[in-house]
Structure formats: C-alpha cells, structure tokens
C-alpha cells in the first residue's frame, strides 16, 4: 500500500499544496492562492463580485450628492439672476444631506417654490430607495 504523502491543488490539480484557503478550506498551491487575501482564486473571483457590487452602491451615493450639489447650484443660480434682473422669478431648493436640510428660497412666491422644491427632494429620494431595493 502505498502512502500518497504529497497533497495535490484541488483547484488546479497540477501543482503541490501548501496552504489552505481562509474561504472554502481548499488545499491550494501557491499559484492558486491570492496572497492579499490568503483565499483560492476560486473564493477570489466571488470576493471581487461582492466588492464590484458594494461599488456600484457606492457610486450611486456619490451621483445623489452630486445631483444635490448640482440642485444647489441651480438653485443658487435663479436666485442670482433673479436678484440682480429684478424680475419677480421665485426659486426653492431644498438639499437633504444626511439629517441636515438645506433651504433656500427667494422671490415673492419662494414659499410655492420650496413647497415644489421639497416634494421634488421628497420624490427623488424615494425613487432612489426604490431604486436601490430593485437592484437587490
Ligand atoms: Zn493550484
Ligand atoms: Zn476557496
């Protein structure tokens, strides 16, 4: 009877393994291993889908502070003009960031603006969560 000492890679079956993977508990030869997070290539190629949809999340974060940035600006904008035309031109806008809002209005009808300014914010928000939960 003879006793096969040396285990072989289960992931590519060629090569002698030397460490165990912190993922499946594979044995895996150096080759198979990803050495910056000690899992075979196999758990490897999973980690990098999870991370590239926590991204995808990620960025779509960083779009709704961008839009909010970018209502800011509009915002800002209208108001300007409308101070230095003298025109009756009404702005709102309000910014939720985070728990702090951030209302600006101007105009004799800046109270019908931001009313449209916070249900347009209100909106936004929930398409985003919708959003965010069809994704799932
Ligand atoms: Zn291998
Ligand atoms: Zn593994």
């Known amino acids: 009877m003879v006793v096969v000492q040396t ?4 992931i590519c079956d060629k090569r002698l393994a030397k460490y165990v ?4 508990g594979r044995i895996i030869c150096e080759v198979c291993l990803e ?6 290539s ?5 980690l990098k889908e999870e991370s590239g949809g926590f991204w995808v999340f990620q ?3 960083f779009r709704l502070l961008l839009l909010s940035f970018l209502l800011i600006f509009i915002g800002v904008v209208f108001m300007v003009i409308s101070v230095l035309m003298g025109t009756p031109v009404s702005a709102g806008v309000v910014v939720i960031l985070g728990p702090l809002p951030i209302i600006l209005g101007v105009g004799s ?18 398409m985003f969560f919708l959003f965010q939960r069809g994704r799932k």
């Open 42 to 46: 196999d758990c490897y190629s999973h």
């Open 59 to 61: 960025s779509s974060l």
């Open 21 to 24: 993977c912190q993922g499946c």
């Open 109 to 126: 009808y800046a109270t019908l603006a931001l009313v449209l300014a916070v249900v347009l914010t209100i909106s936004s928000i929930v």
């Open 35 to 40: 050495p910056q997070t000690w899992v075979c």
């Open 7 to 10: 285990r072989v890679c289960q």
